[in-house]
Nanobody, 126 residues
């Protein structure tokens, strides 16, 4: 299993930007797809954005498409989520997760087993 640690969360004003980072304990280029998920109070966890091995394919939830960008830096075992145009409804605990030999759609729609980080809080408020 892979150990994942999220960072970069915090308080940001509506319309602002934030970049989340996910650090892995092993190379994310080793056939691991990686994704970002979020869970708001009282709501189910949802897939936000996922990226395939080597970054060839990406998936975005409709609610964040055009505002969020996922990327990976395999040399440093890092995956990022650049969030722009943040809205209050983006407030949630954000988690990263990874699965080996898993496609981005299967990962983001939680159809396969994955290893999860502990989460980082993102709060969008004026």
């Amino acid at each position: 299993q892979v150990h994942l640690v999220e960072s970069g969360g915090g308080l940001v004003q509506p319309g602002g930007s934030l970049r989340l980072s996910c650090s892995g304990s092993r190379s994310t280029s080793d056939y691991y797809a990686v994704g970002w998920f979020r869970q708001a109070p009282g709501k189910e966890r949802e897939g936000v954005s996922c990226i395939s091995t080597a970054g060839a394919y990406t998936y975005y939830a409709e609610s964040v498409k055009g505002r969020f960008t996922i990327s990976r830096d395999d040399a440093n075992n890092m995956v990022y989520l650049q969030m722009r145009g943040l809205k209050s409804e983006d407030t949630a605990v954000y988690y990263c997760a990874t699965g080996r030999f898993v496609g981005v759609q299967d990962l983001c729609q939680m159809r396969r087993r994955a290893t999860w980080g502990q989460g980082t809080q993102v709060t969008v408020s004026s």
